[in-house]
Structure formats: structure tokens, C-alpha cells
């Protein structure tokens, strides 16, 4: 069987018109422009949402509610303690976690060669939690993930379950896995062409 995407052409048009709407609000992680820009140049793809990964500090009524958490601190980039230690400051109730998150993109493609050629490539760059998201006439969607991840409890209401050395240890090795994955989005932006 050959599976296409219906409307592929028209749904790269939209997808390039939000990509270009969320640029000019800065909403896009600046050190992945590069790879989205020639990820959307080739003729069989384009992306629909992307992050670069990051590390965060963030306030939770309870694990798990994303819409009611806030953001103390968030970074795409290689943090120092100083920071980590001004958003902690910032918690008052609720949970308060530390957590690593590594890149994600989602990238529609045209046929599902197009998707397990992307997919293929992916892998071997890395990015070893890589699938395909979604197969249907309508929309063949690849999931581009690596393995870097961390959810480290910190405290809760107001009050430091750890050291500061143990943050300064958590702080390090969050670093190391961004500089890991930062490493591999460069490689996949370099390689990218091969498609």
C-alpha cells in the first residue's frame, strides 16, 4: 500500500503561514530556526511544532497539571545554579519540580516513505524515542524525540526537601544531558539534506 497525504500541499502552506506568525512573535526556540528552516525547504516535509529541550523549575498544585503549573524558571540553554536558585525563591506552594526535557519536533511528511526516511534518519542521529505519530490519508505525522529526561521533586509548599548541593549536582548533570541533545539537533540539522 502507498500512503499519501491528501492536501499535503495545502497543509504546508498553513503550517508555514503559523511558522512565520509564531517567528515574528518570538515564539520559536532560536537555536532551532536553522533545522526548521530546512527541514520546511524540502519538498516532502514540513514542521508543525518544535522545542529545542529545555530545563525548568516549575510550580505544581499537585504532578501532572500542566494547566494550572507556573514557570519559575525556564531555559533552552545550559544554566548556571544562580538561576535555578532565583526560581526556587520564587516557590510558595504546590510542588516545586526540576525538570529536563529534550527536543521534540513534529514534521508532517508526504508519503510514508517520506515519514520512515525522516524516521530512519532520526534514529540513527539519536533520537532513539523517534516514531510515527499519526498515519491516515489526511495526515502522516513523525515524532522526532530523544531519550534525555529528568523529573526531580524539590520540594513543596514553600519548603526545600534538598541541599544546595544537591542542586548544584542535579544542575550539572541537566546540563551535560542539554549539551547532549543540543549536540544531536546539530547533527540532524546537518544531515537533514540527505533527505
Known amino acids: 500500500m502507498f500512503l499519501y497525504t491528501k492536501n499535503f500541499d495545502e497543509q504546508k502552506a498553513k503550517a508555514m503561514e503559523g511558522l512565520r506568525k509564531a517567528l515574528a512573535e518570538n515564539k520559536v526556540d532560536e537555536d532551532i530556526i536553522p533545522l526548521l528552516e530546512k527541514l520546511n525547504a524540502l519538498e516532502n516535509y514540513f514542521t508543525t511544532s518544535s522545542c ?56 508532517g511528511a508526504r508519503t510514508m516513505e517520506d515519514a520512515v526516511r525522516l524516521l530512519n534518519l532520526a534514529i540513527g542521529l539519536g533520537f532513539k524515542y523517534s516514531n510515527i505519530k499519526s498515519v491516515s490519508h489526511r495526515k502522516l505525522l513523525v515524532e522526532i524525540r530523544s531519550t534525555e529526561r529528568m523529573d526531580v521533586p524539590l520540594g513543596e509548599d514553600g519548603e526545600l526537601w534538598v541541599s544546595e548541593d544537591y542542586i548544584e ?27
Open 52 to 107: 529545542s529541550g529545555r530545563i525548568s523549575v516549575m510550580e505544581m498544585p499537585h504532578f501532572g497539571d500542566k494547566v494550572n503549573s507556573v514557570w519559575l524558571g525556564k531555559w533552552h540553554r545550559e544554566v548556571n545554579v544562580g538561576e535555578v536558585f532565583d526560581a526556587i525563591e520564587r516557590h510558595s506552594s504546590g510542588q516545586l519540580w526540576f525538570l529536563v526535557r529534550s527536543p521534540i519536533l513534529h514534521v
Open 169 to 195: 549536582r542535579i544542575v550539572a548533570i541537566a546540563n551535560d544531558q542539554l549539551r547532549r541533545f543540543k549536540g544531536k539537533l546539530k547533527r540532524l540539522e546537518e544531515e537533514i539534506g540527505k533527505l
